[in-house]
């Protein structure tokens, strides 16, 4: 069998990333020479898993729609902030998802409300829950259309699917 075809025949299985994976490893034998065969399948079917999950953690973050590209680790937990590590780290591991609670950001104007709420919803992407971003003003107006236009129905079930 022709290398090729090997290569083919991963893309139709839609191993795609594996295939990429073993064209490295075709290029550099000298890397992976000592390396059994089984040491070597495992490290290709690493690197397919790896990048299914990376494609999965990127679609679902394009999908969100979120205002701003918040990270955890960038949120500022000045005193005068008000935000307790403690609380927010509880948020951040996602137990209120799978309790299927919600959360309500309050505050004044410029605080961080939208920042905070991005971060969470980095963080749920990251974890594989299925998240959209919405304004409140322009949900409403999203659902005085639909009511209008009758998709309204499709839109509460396209939201209920969303986990967060």
């Given at each position: ?10 893309r139709?299985l839609?191993?795609g990333h594996?295939?990429?994976a073993l064209q490295?490893?075709?290029?550099q034998?000298?890397t992976?020479?000592?390396?059994s065969f089984?040491e070597?399948l ?6 397919e898993?790896?990048c299914r999950?990376?494609t999965?953690?990127?679609?679902l973050?394009r999908q969100?729609?979120l205002r701003?590209d918040a990270r ?5 937990y000045r ?7 403690d609380k ?9 998802l ?17 920042y905070l ?7 749920a992407c990251d974890q594989h829950?299925s998240?959209?971003?919405?304004r ?7 659902l005085?259309?639909g009511r ?7 839109q509460?079930?396209?939201l ?5």
């Open positions: 069998m022709s290398l090729s075809t090997l290569h083919e025949q991963l139709a839609r191993l594996f295939s990429q490295q490893q075709q290029a034998p000298a992976y020479s000592d390396m089984e070597r495992s490290l290709l079917a690493t690197h898993l790896l999950d990376n999965k953690v990127q679609k973050s969100a729609k701003i955890a680790s960038h949120i500022d005193a005068n902030r008000g935000l307790r590590k927010i780290a509880a948020l951040l591991s996602g137990q209120y799978h309790h299927n609670q919600n959360i309500i950001l309050t505050g004044a104007t410029g605080c961080g409300k939208t709420a991005c971060a969470l919803a980095t963080q829950h998240v959209r971003y919405y409140l003003g322009e949900l409403l107006d999203e005085n259309i209008a236009d009758g998709s309204y129905r499709q509460l079930s396209a209920a699917k969303r986990k967060l």
